[in-house]
């Protein structure tokens, strides 16, 4: 019988959502030794070809585990986080565009009944569990998770949020516009604290992610030495900007005689890097060098931001990663809320946050001019405040 449950969206293949349960299970396994963790997912999945754990559905883990369990949200964007949206990110790429344009449009209360019944859920919202899937026994915590959606939340939803989100234990986000939307429908926040997966360099040695690092990864980064800048972004957000990021590559890696190497850090429906990073090469003037690494391994892309000169892109745990290793960053898009509310709660002031295609070569020249004393202070103040977090939420599990 399960005496924790860290919880969800650890069943789709994105970098920063299967990071989660790895940092989260080796800190709580170090910590409490004795206790039986099981990482829970909506439903049962494998991808530990890409290292990372596998999932239990939820409902399996419930029925799995003590009356007593403490179940952990254990890190993403999750709040108010609806049934369509979560369970559409599992199809493949083609099932998620005839669901979203049939299913999701025309008959959106069936689907999710039917998607409930599925999963084994009656809670309002997949992440945000109630009494309605949890007994009294039970803790629900919420450990420094994203709630951008809940800008959105209104009315008699505002109600019913509100009121499942002050049912748990203890709730922390991972920024202040979170903070500041639960706070707007009347929900409390116990506070606001980094992401988890900040202090991943702390908890993987050098030596453990070179290991788990692939062959592929580490031709890669062993080639280039260090020089090259990674570059990152959905296919989504690419959109029609193509040819401008390409030519401000282009101009970036002559300037600094970098390669660019374009990463694929989103690999679900709906989250795919690679379509985008493909339109983006064919217009790169072909003098200057390129590479790229689309498997979406979680070690083989830490450790190629990791090794970086700096890191672009659109995914916040991109970010995060080079936010934990000390190295230069450019958040890109002023449109994307969920990386420039992070980076403005706790990045560095002069790191560059939604950099659009024509401002990207000051944005580096200004990220690469930070020294490193600063990046390097920045990081340990993160692990630092991070681990406060987890020494309360450690308490909670004891008691």
């Known amino acids: 019988m399960y005496d924790v449950v860290l919880y969800g969206a650890f069943d789709r293949h994105n970098y920063g959502d299967l990071l989660?349960?790895?940092?989260?299970?080796?800190?709580?396994?170090?910590?409490?030794?004795d206790k039986k963790i099981v990482i829970a997912g909506l439903i049962d999945s494998d991808l530990t070809e890409f290292n990372a754990l596998r999932t239990v559905g939820i409902k399996k883990a419930l029925k799995q585990s003590k009356q007593d369990v403490t179940v952990i949200l254990a890190g993403g964007d999750v709040v108010s986080c609806d049934w369509l949206s979560?369970?559409?990110?599992?199809?493949?790429?083609?099932?998620f565009s005839v669901f979203q344009r049939t299913f999701a449009r025309y008959i959106p209360k069936l689907t999710e009944?039917?998607?409930k019944n599925i999963i084994g859920l009656k809670s309002d919202n997949p992440f945000d569990l109630t009494s309605k899937d949890l007994s009294s026994n039970m803790k629900l915590i919420y450990n420094s998770v994203g709630a951008t959606a809940v800008s959105g939340v209104e009315g008699e939803s505002a109600k019913s949020l509100s009121a499942a989100l002050n049912d748990a234990d203890y709730l922390t986000v991972r920024d202040?516009?979170?903070?500041?939307?639960?706070r707007r429908i009347g929900a409390n926040v116990n506070d606001i604290y980094p992401d988890s997966a900040t202090v991943?360099?702390?908890?993987?040695?050098?030596e453990e992610?070179?290991?788990k690092t692939g062959e592929k990864a580490s031709s890669l980064i062993n080639k280039l030495e260090k020089k090259y800048l990674v570059f990152q972004i959905s296919s989504g957000h690419s959109a029609g900007l193509e040819e401008e990021f390409a030519q401000n590559l282009?101009?970036?890696?002559?300037?600094?005689?970098l390669t660019i190497v374009f990463i694929a850090i989103g690999n679900a429906a709906g989250h795919s890097d690679s379509h985008g990073i493909e339109k983006i090469k064919r217009y790169l003037d072909n003098n200057i060098k390129v590479a790229e690494y689309l498997d979406g391994g979680v070690f083989d892309v830490m450790n190629i931001i990791k090794n970086s000169e700096c890191y672009c892109g659109t995914s916040l745990h991109g970010l995060i990663t080079s936010m934990a290793f000390h190295v230069p960053r450019v958040g890109l898009l002023p449109k994307l809320r969920k990386q420039r509310n992070y980076m403005a709660t706790w990045d560095l002031a002069e790191m560059p946050s939604g950099v659009l295609p024509n401002e990207l070569s000051d944005a580096i020249d200004r990220a690469m001019g930070i020294p490193k004393e600063e990046?390097?202070?920045?990081?340990?103040?993160?692990?630092?405040?991070?681990?406060?977090?987890?020494?309360?939420i450690s308490a909670l599990i004891n008691s």
Do not use: G
């Open 209 to 211: 992610i070179n290991k």
């Open 20 to 33: 989660f349960p790895l940092v989260m299970e080796r800190m709580l396994s170090e910590r409490f030794p």
């Open 200 to 206: 991943m360099s702390s908890i993987f040695s050098e």
């Open 176 to 182: 202040e516009f979170s903070s500041d939307n639960i």
């Open 250 to 257: 282009t101009a970036i890696a002559n300037k600094h005689d």
């Open 375 to 392: 990046l390097v202070n920045k990081e340990q103040y993160l692990t630092d405040k991070y681990m406060e977090n987890f020494d309360r």
């Open 113 to 115: 009944k039917i998607i």
């Open 86 to 95: 979560a369970y559409s990110y599992l199809l493949s790429d083609f099932s």
